[in-house]
């Protein structure tokens, strides 16, 4: 079950590129937050078991925590970004070799995930002569073709750009993009994803 946040979001608003003034580049995508309800197994040591079960618990969220961050997302969920709540945890079973416990939990976790015809904020992070290479938040791979970039011409050089008559799309530059496919990658455990900025208040900020 997903339900789309509302109020306040765990990390900064979306949309928004700032530019460095002390050399700090802020990036972040335009995405909506997501609450995804989960269940998953956590394993636990011996060690962190105790009868009070105060160990026990604090045991599970650190270990969960672990795992959301070492998953990283799924094709259902989309981004992992910040477990929620910790709802239940059921009763755990031992394993025999090795005395660890497997529990089984319930939990709510604040996702992101991208959307075919979505409006996204990111910035240039590769440019080779037939597109550019976008990145925003979570979302490390994002092609944007030289075909879709309408009047835009590649100019080589150390520094590579393309450029029109109005802007250039060089490093690090903050572009509003529209998502036109997406593609997940099962092995890298993200998502790849087609971009334009054919259309209105498209194009570098």
Known sequence: MVNQTHGESPGPSPACVERPSGGVLRRYSAMVFLEAEMSWNVLISPSQ?????????????????EDVTNRRASKEHGYYIAVNQLKAISEGKVRELTG??????????ITQKPM?????????DRILKHGVFLKSGPVESIFLAEKSMSDYKY?????????????????????????????????????QLLATIAGDFLGPL
């Open 49 to 65: 078991l105790d009868r009070k079960g105060l160990l026990l618990r604090k045991g599970i969220i650190v270990r969960l925590l």
């Open 100 to 109: 660890d416990v497997l529990f089984p939990v319930s939990f709510t976790c």
């Open 116 to 124: 075919k015809g979505e409006i996204m904020v990111g910035y240039v």
């Open 155 to 191: 100019i080589g050089g150390e520094n590579p750009m393309f450029m029109n008559d109005h802007s250039k799309l060089e490093k690090d530059t903050a572009v509003r993009f529209k998502v036109l496919g997406i593609r997940w990658m099962e092995a890298d455990r993200q998502f």
